[in-house]
């Protein structure tokens, strides 16, 4: 088995949180192609053009005509690091939240938190005067607000549960989601602020997700829908393959029949002579279906 096989496979087998992972990872790779094609063709644009239409713009315009971008952008990254930090923290926090949750309940969080971070993003541009001069060029990208969703829902839902960190011992979840947060949502702000005000909607996407929860009330029930009726209609049921057989003339009828009747004969008398016991399971077989037919 090659590779690519050992990949599809992988994908099939895997979970929801792999399935993630491994999305996130073929848009990195297909992104980064499309540089080193735009390189070898002295043509940059190549690459950005591909950006352009998988990132979530901060202007209202650009977003009316290109709105599947609140879900790419999600999982679209340019740089191995963000790629990477982002795919720990959702793997680690990830198979905690599989322990306590299940997998449909993940994906929506995580798309939702996505979507979350979006949505404050672009108001915030929109409404701030400090954001006014670059609304109209300004992209988000990356799946940390979706990550941060995951992080703060599951800290909400278990805070107590213990992690051991390398230096710091046993902690519990809920003091990690919080330092991630504040480092990474509100310490020196003016730097990437559009990022910054995506985790902070994911997060309070995590939050809301989880206080609904326990209150019985998934939010992510529609979007499961969705997803549902999409992946029914990619992937119909299998359809029953009819095949027509010609009818036989009363000749090949009649010897088919004659065939048929010798063989039970055979069992017949086999049985006669040594037992039904001495039978194999193919002439029990035989037998049943014969009788199957006279009754």
Same mark, same amino acid.
Not at 133 to 141: F, G, L, Q, T
């Given at each position: 088995?090659?590779?690519?096989?050992?990949?599809?496979?992988?994908?099939?087998?895997?979970?929801?949180?792999?399935?993630?992972?491994?999305?996130?990872?073929?848009?990195?790779? @297909?992104?980064?192609? +499309?540089?080193?094609?735009?390189?070898?063709?002295?043509?940059?644009?190549?690459?950005?053009?591909?950006?352009?239409?998988?990132?979530?713009?901060?202007?209202?315009?650009?977003?009316?005509?290109?709105?599947? +971008?609140?879900?790419?952008?999600?999982?679209?990254?340019?740089?191995?690091?963000?790629?990477?930090?982002?795919?720990?923290?959702?793997?680690?926090?990830?198979?905690?939240?599989?322990?306590?949750?299940?997998?449909?309940?993940?994906?929506?969080?995580?798309?939702?938190?996505?979507?979350?971070?979006?949505?404050?993003?672009?108001?915030?541009?929109?409404?701030?005067?400090?954001?006014?001069?670059?609304?109209?060029?300004?992209?988000?990208?990356?799946?940390?607000?979706?990550?941060?969703?995951?992080?703060?829902?599951?800290?909400?839902?278990?805070?107590?549960?213990?992690?051991?960190?390398?230096?710091?011992?046993?902690?519990?979840?809920?003091?990690?989601?919080?330092?991630?947060?504040?480092?990474?949502?509100?310490?020196?702000?003016?730097?990437?602020?559009?990022?910054?005000?995506?985790?902070?909607?994911?997060?309070?996407?995590?939050?809301?997700? +989880?206080?609904?929860?326990?209150?019985?009330?998934?939010?992510?029930?529609?979007?499961?829908?969705?997803?549902?009726?999409?992946?029914?209609?990619?992937?119909?049921?299998?359809?029953?393959?009819?095949?027509?057989?010609?009818?036989?003339?009363?000749?090949?009828?009649?010897?088919?029949?004659?065939?048929?009747? +010798?063989?039970?004969?055979?069992? @017949?008398?086999?049985?006669?002579?040594?037992?039904?016991?001495?039978?194999?399971?193919?002439?029990?077989?035989?037998?049943?279906?014969?009788?199957?037919?006279?009754?």
């Amino acid at each position: 088995m090659g590779l690519w096989d050992d990949i599809k496979k992988s994908f099939r087998q895997g979970n929801s949180l792999i399935k993630l992972i491994y999305i996130n990872i073929a848009v990195f790779i @297909l992104v980064a192609l +499309t540089a080193i094609t735009g390189f070898l063709l002295t043509n940059p644009l190549i690459a950005e053009k591909t950006i352009d239409l998988l990132a979530v713009p901060s202007s209202l315009s650009s977003l009316l005509i290109r709105p599947w +971008t609140l879900i790419t952008y999600m999982f679209l990254h340019k740089d191995i690091w963000h790629i990477l930090f982002n795919m720990l923290w959702l793997y680690w926090f990830g198979t905690i939240f599989l322990q306590y949750l299940d997998q449909k309940k993940l994906v929506s969080v995580y798309l939702l938190g996505g979507i979350s971070g979006a949505v404050l993003y672009i108001l915030s541009f929109n409404i701030f005067p400090a954001f006014r001069d670059i609304v109209s060029e300004s992209v988000a990208i990356g799946a940390s607000a979706s990550v941060m969703a995951v992080v703060i829902a599951i800290a909400a839902y278990v805070p107590d549960y213990t992690v051991s960190l390398f230096l710091f011992g046993r902690i519990k979840i809920k003091y990690m989601a919080l330092a991630i947060l504040v480092l990474t949502s509100f310490m020196d702000f003016s730097v990437n602020s559009g990022g910054k005000l995506a985790h902070i909607g994911g997060a309070l996407f995590g939050y809301l997700y +989880t206080l609904n929860l326990r209150q019985g009330k998934d939010l992510g029930k529609g979007i499961n829908r969705i997803i549902d009726s999409v992946v029914t209609f990619i992937k119909p049921g299998k359809k029953m393959k009819v095949t027509y057989k010609k009818p036989a003339d009363d000749y090949e009828y009649n010897k088919v029949k004659a065939e048929q009747q +010798t063989k039970i004969n055979a069992i @017949l008398d086999k049985i006669s002579k040594a037992g039904y016991d001495s039978l194999t399971k193919e002439e029990k077989d035989t037998l049943f279906r014969e009788s199957q037919k006279r009754n």
